[in-house]
């Protein structure tokens, strides 16, 4: 008698299962292949691409139609955030007057896998008219395109990962990568730096982390909590309560930094049974507590803070004069942790 094959809680078949993770490998096998084989097709054209960007004065206008549409979207913003400015063009809309964005300066990377996508090879002769010199990111270097190029870039793949070798798989990764190794190149000749990334996107994590001082979230002026090094242990308390940084500075006349007082070190204290009306702060404190200047960045102040396990650190400037404060609670609110 024939077993029917057991179901899964989802309702599927396990040899479906089973059926679906080997196609699964065998679709990132085929695109991993598919990379793999352009880094023996990189040679004097694609040095010959990134000599083309560096020397013109313009920018770069990346196209492409349906899903290379959508691959040169992508190729334009990765060139312009490692700094080499570039704008996608929509055929279609080139033809209706987007046109205009092309100056004689530019330089246009058509991306077609056959390289003979109609909408671009309409509007190739306008761009050629305007000046713009053209590279050709291509799966067929006998194509129009490819002959139209001033600089040709191979992307053919031997297939593409859909089980019937139509949909754009395997040659749209191809495509993407190669235009990622594209911008990385540039990125490379440009001197473009992690300060210069961080610029180009103040808005995320990693901006925030290369662009954000201790000055920026630290706590000065009134909001700072201080106290005299002869300050009773009461004035201290009161002093931590008001700054609500679980912490107090101690600090000598010239308002050099003497040591801090912290919640823990107020535990200990009681620990040991200290005569709170005759104790000053002095003898309680932690001298020479660890301390950041103002113009490190905050994330430098995230490392010191982990790595000596603690949750507050005093802000000192060249003459080891309290400058600010700041804690955890400071970093988070600056999204920097």
Do not use: W
Request: with cysteine; charged share 25%.
């Amino acid at each position: 008698m024939i077993r029917a094959a057991s179901k899964t809680r989802h309702g599927q078949s396990a040899s479906g299962g089973d059926a679906a993770l080997e196609l699964a490998r065998r679709v990132l096998a085929i695109e991993a292949d598919a990379v793999r084989a352009l880094i023996e097709r990189i040679d004097e054209r694609f040095l010959g691409a990134v000599s083309l960007i560096l020397e013109r004065r313009g920018r770069v206008v990346v196209s492409g139609i349906g899903k290379s549409g959508h691959i040169a979207r992508k190729i334009a913003s990765t060139l312009s955030s490692t700094g080499t400015p570039a704008v996608f063009l929509h055929p279609a809309e080139a033809l209706h007057g987007d046109l205009g964005m092309i100056e004689a300066g530019d330089v246009f990377i058509a991306i077609s896998h056959s390289g003979e996508s109609e909408e671009l090879l309409d509007i190739l002769p306008q761009v050629k008219r305007r000046g713009a010199k053209l590279i050709a990111l291509t799966g067929r270097r006998d194509s129009t395109l490819a002959k139209e190029s001033d600089v040709l870039l191979d992307a053919g793949v031997a297939q593409e990962a859909c089980p019937h070798n139509l949909a754009p798989t395997a040659s749209t990764t191809a495509a993407l990568a190669l235009g990622d190794a594209l911008a990385v190149a540039l990125l490379d000749a440009r001197g473009f730096s992690a300060d210069d990334f961080a610029r180009s996107h103040p808005g995320g994590t990693l901006g925030r982390r290369l662009l954000t001082h201790v000055s920026d979230v630290m706590r000065s002026g009134a909001d700072l909590p201080a106290v005299p090094e002869g300050a009773s242990f009461k004035q201290a308390l009161l002093e931590i309560s008001r700054g609500r940084m679980g912490m107090t500075a101690v600090l000598d006349a010239g308002r050099r930094v003497r040591g801090i007082f912290t919640d823990g070190d107020l535990r200990r204290a009681l620990e040991k049974g200290v005569d709170l009306e005759r104790t000053t702060i002095a003898e309680v404190m932690t001298p020479g507590p660890r301390s950041i200047r103002p113009e490190a960045l905050a994330v430098e102040a995230v490392q010191l803070m982990e790595r000596h396990k603690i949750n507050q650190l005093l802000v000192v400037d060249g003459d080891g004069c309290l400058a600010g404060a700041l804690n955890m609670h400071d970093l988070f609110r600056a999204k920097v942790i």
